[in-house]
């Protein structure tokens, strides 16, 4: 891994990502699953952080899908509304609730990487 592990965030609110950048990791965005394919073929990803959104171009469990197809070691952490997290825990490796503190999503990818190496 990386000295500052790179991330894939697919994420519409940029604010509920950033304590990962003020945490060391180099943030990389993606508005959509193929734009998000894109990024994998071009570029090293440590790990993903992925919104859960179903609407149009950004449905998160499509993408979760179409990732796992062609990265299916990456870790994912996905945020999802509490309703959602049940129907969608199959899809990442850890689930962060939309409604924690940013500081949850840090700690979600810290761990996901961590477990990662071991």
Not at 28 to 42: I, R
Not at 60 to 66: H, L, V
């Amino acid at each position: 891994m990386a000295a500052n592990p790179v991330l894939l965030c697919i994420h519409r609110d940029p604010d509920r990502v950033r304590v990962l950048k003020e945490n060391g990791y180099e943030l990389l965005t993606a508005a959509t699953g193929q734009e998000a394919l894109g990024v994998l073929d071009t570029r090293p990803v440590d790990a993903i952080v992925l919104e859960y959104y179903n609407q149009g171009l950004f449905d998160g469990s499509a993408i979760a899908c179409e990732i796992r197809q062609v990265r299916p070691n990456i870790p994912i952490v996905m945020l999802a509304e509490p309703e959602e997290i049940v129907c969608y825990r199959h899809l990442a490796d850890i689930l962060v609730s939309k409604s924690d503190p940013p500081h949850f999503v840090w700690a979600a990818v810290h761990f996901a990487l961590s477990m990662r190496q071991v």
